[in-house]
């Protein structure tokens, strides 16, 4: 039962990530969350992340930006090594609480910070603030849409680009989480688990690019703010449930 949970939860997640970027990780996580040790549920989310980010990107790799995501690897790096160093795993209410608290950041008027992944230092910046948040609530799509706000590239390019970044911002979710595991600790699912995975979170990604075709780039951004806002606001009375449970 849990297994089929979580294997519908990725085509889900695969599916709406493929139209809203953002929304389908935030999913995802939360299910991984409901069902799975915390540092299981990053190093789960980030394999898995890894493949649909990794094939959107590549499904739209004549959009890639790839002078933004260069700069952006750069940020990944330097804050990959830094979270590194601090040995720390979210408790299972303080991850909801992020998990509900990090869809808000939607709702920052990006265009009046006047941040533009186009520009270097910019990429570099929104590399290192969005894997350190991702490292750290699982998550961070919220924040760096925040740096695409005045990026006037198109919808398809912004899709693909987000995509390309993510690879780096997952991976580093892997080696942090996953290299304390391998001396025994935690519990992963089993191979199965990623072998039937694997091939639904690419059916998600194809089905979702398929979506993003019949939407306009003002539909692509107006739903992507409600969607994610309504599963963080979901993750808050679990967070809450959590800690007077």
């Known amino acids: 039962?849990?297994?089929?949970?979580?294997?519908?939860?990725?085509?889900?997640?695969?599916?709406?990530?493929?139209?809203?970027?953002?929304?389908?990780?935030?999913?995802?996580?939360?299910?991984?969350?409901?069902?799975?040790?915390v540092a299981a549920a990053f190093v789960v989310h980030g394999l898995l992340q890894l493949v649909s980010n990794g094939w959107r990107a590549?499904?739209?790799?004549?959009?890639?930006?790839?002078?933004?995501?260069?700069?952006?690897?750069?940020?990944?790096?330097?804050?990959?090594?830094?979270?590194?160093?601090?040995?720390?795993?979210?408790?299972?209410?303080?991850?909801?609480?992020?998990?509900?608290?990090?869809?808000?950041?939607?709702?920052?008027?990006?265009d009046r910070l006047r941040l533009d992944a186009r520009r270097p230092e910019h990429a570099v910046a929104s590399g290192f603030l969005v894997t350190a948040l991702n490292l750290l609530a699982g998550v961070a799509g919220p924040l760096l849409d925040i740096f695409f706000v005045r990026t006037a590239i198109g919808r398809h390019a912004i899709v693909a680009t987000k995509a390309a970044t993510q690879v780096f911002a997952h991976l580093a979710?892997?080696?942090?989480?996953?290299?304390?595991?391998?001396?025994?600790?935690?519990?992963?699912?089993?191979?199965?688990?990623?072998?039937?995975?694997?091939?639904l979170s690419m059916l998600g990604t194809a089905l979702g690019g398929r979506l993003l075709?019949?939407?306009?780039?003002?539909?692509?951004?107006?739903?992507?703010?409600?969607?994610?806002?309504?599963?963080?606001a979901g993750y808050l009375v679990q967070a809450a449930r959590l800690a007077v449970g």
């Open 1 to 37: 039962m849990t297994a089929a949970f979580l294997l519908l939860a990725v085509l889900a997640s695969a599916t709406l990530s493929g139209v809203f970027g953002m929304a389908g990780g935030l999913l995802l996580m939360g299910a991984l969350a409901f069902t799975l040790p």
């Open 58 to 110: 590549w499904l739209h790799r004549a959009h890639v930006k790839w002078a933004i995501v260069a700069r952006y690897a750069v940020g990944t790096a330097i804050a990959g090594g830094a979270v590194a160093l601090v040995s720390f795993v979210p408790s299972r209410p303080l991850l909801f609480l992020l998990l509900g608290l990090v869809p808000l950041l939607a709702w920052v008027p990006g």
């Open 173 to 199: 979710k892997v080696v942090v989480y996953g290299l304390p595991m391998l001396g025994g600790g935690g519990a992963l699912p089993s191979p199965w688990f990623f072998a039937a995975a694997v091939p």
């Open 213 to 232: 075709e019949r939407i306009t780039d003002r539909s692509f951004l107006r739903w992507t703010r409600w969607i994610v806002t309504a599963i963080g």
